[in-house]
């Protein structure tokens, strides 16, 4: 009895050191996962009318910039949202908005294994903004991204190509006669 009463007690005392070490890193995946099925619960739940249910867009920028505040991996987050079906534009948006130093070339990668396409990545990191309004990635760094450039999506400036110059109109005919 002795025999096995000893490794018991070291197993068990492995075993909650090892949960106890661990659930910190996994405290901003519990919350964001229950942030995000919260939202899509209220979203999908029908009320009377009296009741406010904030909308699935609003639920997931608050998730996210909660998770990145916690220094939340941005690839974990985003595959954990995209498995929760909400809408990958928007995930992807956000982490770039609220990530801080996040890499676009690391997150498009995760992204494309997730089944994500490279025009929705390349979008994202387009309209991604800092809570200023100041463009997350110049215009450059999104056309030099090595994820984003396998699939021809190179950033080509605009030439502003003037309009034609169209022709003098025809005078009108004048008469003595005309009143």
Not at 2 to 12: E, F, G
Request: one cysteine or more; charged letters at 20%; aromatic letters at 6%.
């Amino acid at each position: 009895m002795r025999i096995i009463i000893k490794p018991l007690i070291i197993v068990l005392s492995l075993a909650l050191l090892y949960s106890t070490g661990f659930a910190q890193d996994s405290q901003w995946e519990n919350e964001f996962v229950l942030a995000l099925q919260k939202g899509r619960a209220l979203s999908s739940a029908k009320t009377g009318g009296l009741a406010y249910t904030p909308a699935q867009s609003t639920v997931l920028e608050n998730a996210i910039k909660k998770a990145m505040d916690k220094k939340a991996p941005p690839c974990e987050a985003m595959k954990i949202a995209v498995d929760l079906k909400y809408n990958p534009y928007s995930v992807i948006k956000n982490i770039f908005s609220y990530g801080g130093e996040v890499d676009l070339n690391q997150l498009c990668m995760c992204a494309t294994e997730s089944g994500v396409n490279k025009q929705i990545i390349a979008k994202a990191a387009t309209d991604a903004a800092s809570p200023l309004g100041k463009p997350i990635f110049p215009r450059d760094e999104i056309a030099q991204a090595q994820c984003l450039r396998e699939i021809g999506l190179g950033y080509t400036p605009v030439v502003q190509i003037p309009p034609p110059i169209k022709p003098p109109v025809p005078p009108v005919p004048f008469s003595v006669a005309s009143p």
